[in-house]
């Protein structure tokens, strides 16, 4: 929707000029809700009142962010994002977990020209579930496929997906509890239920091994060691019977 620029060849299309208009900022600082200790290990999300992301702000060693980019005067909405081990939050002390809806936050008024300072969040810490997957007979690391993290009542909660050395962590912080895990889409291999259950497309969560996190802590461990199947699909034999039921 620009308006198009002609280049020649050996020649250097001149003029192209921009007047750029100053816009507003938005600063604060993300700390721990406990110690105080300034946290720099995520960054906080801009929106506009919309609710469509506009800029973002990568916290520093001081825990300090600021708006990567001028905005319009207006309204806006911020969010923590990728504090690992925390809470993350929508301003102002709200709860934010993936797909929050932005919009129920404070609002934040932004000037042209001026900083909105004082946009800060004190974060909860939380746990994490962490493992590897590995395959059974070579003990190579799989890193094509994804564990996920149930609830005490088998009701799922979120992902985690392995890295080249098969090693995952839950994608989002848990609150204190028990909870269970799967995998899902090992490509030919027999899918389980931790720990060490036979779990094709259908099996009983709560049936797993319970995992207990705790609050600042990752509990480790909770490895995967997967058995190529006689199937494509990831079946075992005699597991014919999971062909019913219902994806997660």
């Known amino acids: 929707s620009g308006t198009p620029i002609v280049v020649a060849a050996s020649a250097t299309t001149t003029g192209i000029d921009f007047e750029l208009a100053v816009g507003g900022l938005v600063s604060g600082t993300v700390s721990d809700d406990s110690t105080h200790v300034p946290l720099d290990t995520g960054y906080v999300d ?27 005067s207006g309204t806006y909405y911020a969010r923590t994002y990728s504090f690992e081990g925390y809470f993350n939050e929508l301003y102002d002390d709200l709860p934010c977990a993936s797909g929050c809806t932005v919009t129920d936050g404070t609002p ?54 392995p890295n080249s050395s098969g090693q995952y962590t839950s994608q989002d912080t848990l609150p204190a509890g028990t909870y269970y895990a799967r995998t899902w889409s090992f490509e030919d291999y027999a899918e389980e239920l931790y720990s060490e259950i036979s779990c094709a497309l259908s099996c009983t969560i709560t049936n797993g091994t319970p995992i207990v996190v705790t609050l600042g802590s990752t509990t480790t461990g909770i490895d995967f060691t997967l058995r190529e199947s006689v199937f494509a699909d990831g079946f075992e034999s005699g597991d014919l019977s999971a062909w019913s039921g219902t994806v997660p």
């Open 108 to 161: 934040i008024g932004v000037t042209a020209g001026l900083t909105t300072t004082g946009i800060d969040f004190a974060l909860a810490e939380g746990g994490l579930i962490s493992g590897t997957i590995t395959d059974q007979l070579t003990g190579l690391p799989l890193d094509f496929g994804r564990v996920y993290i149930y609830d005490a009542t088998g009701a799922y909660l979120m992902r985690g997906y």
């Open 46 to 72: 801009i929106y506009n009142a919309a609710g469509n992301w506009v800029a973002t702000g990568y916290s520093n060693s001081s825990g300090i962010y600021s708006s990567s980019q001028g905005l319009p």
